[in-house]
């Protein structure tokens, strides 16, 4: 049994690995190494965990913090995803928040995250297409009954209510006239990023049934991810309670306001019509079959 | 094992609550995430051993002390209640209860407080009652005795009243009622019943340690931060 540290920081942020259970014997990686706490979390509980950091800024940020926090029990790797090819090591694969950055990255071509140095020079790669590289590098890199971690942000679900408003919006008040044309063609564009965001809530999991993966669970994460205060699995509706959380706030009388109606409109969405696919962020857990 | 996240780190207590269904069975989790959940979850360990000791029942829970703790605690069967419960509707289970602790905490050799007795706290079967969340469980004097249910009322007429501490003449008399109920028997040297709801904010802040809080205790118990003219009103209404 590992020996407690006198004082050790809350990693209440982590809670969502919870859901795995690791073991004293585990070696995990984590992919992008992301959330801070989740590493070091991870690194509490298992044998050791391996970091995987594309970009150097962020590598000396963590190694700070993995002095302070007395982390031994790591390995940090300054490279890209496809530059690993590891077979069967890890009981565990951990990314969190990683598959915004990789899609960001190759749409955008940012260099703010990755540096220019190992950046992928693949810039045509579809987003699909990245993410089907990606998962056949982890599932090569776990091994047999190993798990799959997967946290991320429902972004797209703003993004295109925010469209639908809009449009909503222009069509009311756009006359007869050749403004009808650009209209048209974003009701098109909306059309067109609804229903991709739909098919890529679906696709994720029928991606991670190709690459092999099974019993996959997919769970709604409130208020984001990055620290859930509530987790509920998908295939558990039934059964799980929900209840609108937020993070506490106290300033401003209209933050509360806005705070409070969030909360009616979270309790119809998801109280009432059940609407999971628009909560804010997901996580999936899967594993490799044995 | 499927897992529910419930809650996460409430009032900075570093710990999350679980619910997991493993196969047919379901259980909670309770998991800390610092060194001070780890306080928080052997602590609630403790709790329930004193109230399981001597009952016959096997102690149900299971402490696995890794790195940082992890407690799983059964899923009682029984009636849940709301955090935001209130008096009325609730008069013949806040009795029962009066009754129950009156059995249970003066037939025990060792004298212990619950801490955060609420009615949200209990599960109730018929007269099969279970309490839970021993977070702040901490061992006393037997002179403290009805602490836990002096707390227990203030919290009833902190969301009775709408947080506006008045009380209808109904809900007045009936929490007269009950500390008569408490009171019965009591010995002497009791430094909670004179003065009930002042003694109680009184013990709370002199021994707020004890309750393992790490947050202002101000927010976490209602007691502790209403005024004294309050507490004196209400005193004078139990004790007339």
Redesign the interface.
């Given at each position: 049994m590992l020996v407690p540290q006198i004082n050790s920081t809350n990693l209440s942020s982590a809670v969502g690995l919870g859901l795995i259970g690791f073991n004293e014997n585990d070696i995990a990686v984590d992919y992008g190494c992301i959330l801070f706490d989740s590493f070091v979390y991870t690194s509490r509980l298992c044998k050791k965990v391996v970091g995987i950091i594309p970009s150097s800024e962020r590598l000396n940020t963590l190694q700070k913090r993995l002095v302070e926090e007395d982390v031994k029990n790591c390995d940090l790797v300054n490279a890209n995803y496809n530059e690993q090819h590891f077979n069967e090591v890890f009981d565990c694969v951990i990314i969190n928040s990683f598959l915004e950055q990789l899609i960001i990255e190759i749409k955008h071509d940012k260099t703010i995250f990755f540096d220019s140095k190992i950046r992928d020079k693949k810039r045509y790669n579809s987003p699909e297409k990245i993410r089907i590289g990606f998962f056949e590098t982890i599932y090569k890199g776990l091994r047999p009954g190993g798990t799959l971690y997967l946290s991320y942000a429902n972004k797209l679900r703003i993004r295109t209510l925010l469209l639908f408003i809009k449009l909503a919006i222009e069509s009311f008040f756009t006359a007869i006239s050749l403004k009808k044309a650009p209209s048209f063609i974003s009701l098109l564009n909306a059309i067109y990023l609804f229903s991709y965001y739909l098919l890529s809530q679906e696709g994720l999991e029928k991606l991670l049934k190709a690459n092999g993966f099974i019993d996959i669970e997919k769970y709604a994460v409130f208020p984001d991810h990055k620290y859930p205060l509530k987790i509920i699995p998908l295939s558990k509706l039934d059964e799980c309670s929900f209840e609108p959380v937020q993070y506490i706030s106290r300033e401003g009388s209209l933050r509360r306001i806005s705070a409070g109606i969030k909360r009616r409109v979270d309790r119809l969405v998801f109280n009432k019509f059940k609407l999971f696919d628009l909560s804010p962020s997901f996580i999936i857990t899967a594993r490799k079959a044995s | 094992?499927?897992?529910?996240?419930?809650?996460?780190?409430t009032h900075?207590n570093?710990t999350?609550l679980?619910?997991c269904?493993n196969s047919n069975k379901v259980f909670y989790?309770k998991?800390a995430?610092?060194?001070?959940?780890?306080k928080v979850i052997d602590n609630e360990n403790k709790g329930y051993e004193w109230f399981y000791k001597d009952t016959g029942t096997v102690i149900e829970t299971i402490l696995r002390?890794?790195?940082?703790y992890e407690l799983d605690i059964p899923e009682f069967k029984g009636k849940k209640f709301s955090s935001e419960s209130v008096i009325s509707g609730n008069e013949k289970i806040i009795e029962m209860i009066i009754d129950f602790y009156k059995g249970k905490w003066s037939t025990k050799d060792v004298f212990a407080i619950h801490g955060d007795l609420a009615l949200c706290n209990f599960i109730i079967d018929k007269r099969n009652i279970k309490l839970v969340d021993w977070e702040h469980f901490h061992y006393s004097d037997k002179e403290f005795f009805g602490y836990d249910i002096i707390n227990m009322l203030f919290i009833f007429i902190y969301h009775e009243s709408k947080r506006t501490f008045r009380l209808s003449k109904r809900n007045r008399d009936f929490l007269r009622k009950c500390y008569i109920q408490l009171i019965e028997g009591v010995e002497n040297s009791n430094k909670i019943l004179e003065k009930p709801f002042q003694n109680s904010k009184a013990y709370l802040l002199k021994f707020a340690d004890r309750f393992l809080i790490n947050t202002n205790i101000y927010k976490k118990f209602v007691l502790s931060g209403s005024p004294l003219s309050v507490l004196e009103h209400f005193d004078s209404i139990v004790t007339k």
């Open positions: - | 094992m499927l897992c529910e996240l419930i809650t996460n780190n900075n570093n999350a679980y619910k269904y989790r998991a995430f610092s060194h001070w959940g780890n002390k890794k790195y940082f």
